[in-house]
Nanobody
Framework: QVQLVESGGGLVQAGGSLRLSCAAS????????MGWYRQAPGKQRELVGS???????NYADSVKGRFTISRGNDKNTLYLQMASLKPEDTGVYYC???????????WGQGTQVTVSS
């Protein structure tokens, strides 16, 4: 089992920056991939970006060059550094941890990010 708690959301003006954190606990050694997803009102949840246990990152085209995913040295914390924020980045941001063996998909409770124009 893996528990995830996000923090760092808030209200920011367009063009501003924000950093989200996700604290992981439990069987963190078993996590293969961690990622950030977001869900805007009336839309489906979408992948923002992910990072493998080996450090390989992947980003949605809409955030490439603006967002950066990283993990703390202790591997317990996942970060999402967001820059040049746009109103369309508004949504609830969720932290995700994926375990391959045995299969498991874990989610945090989400944190609201609102970008004003």
């Amino acid at each position: 089992q893996v528990q995830l708690v996000e923090s760092g959301g808030g209200l920011v003006q367009a063009g501003g920056s924000l950093r989200l954190s996700c604290a992981a606990s439990g069987s963190i050694f078993s996590i293969n991939v961690m990622g950030w997803y977001r869900q805007a009102p009336g839309k489906q949840r979408e992948l923002v970006g992910s990072i493998t246990s080996g450090g390989r990152t992947n980003y949605a085209d809409s955030v490439k060059g603006r967002f950066t995913i990283s993990r703390g040295n202790d591997k317990n914390t996942l970060y999402l550094q967001m820059a040049s924020l746009k109103p369309e980045d508004t949504g609830v941001y969720y932290c995700n941890a994926r375990v391959f063996i045995p299969p498991g998909d874990y989610w945090g409770q989400g944190t609201q990010v609102t970008v004003s124009s």
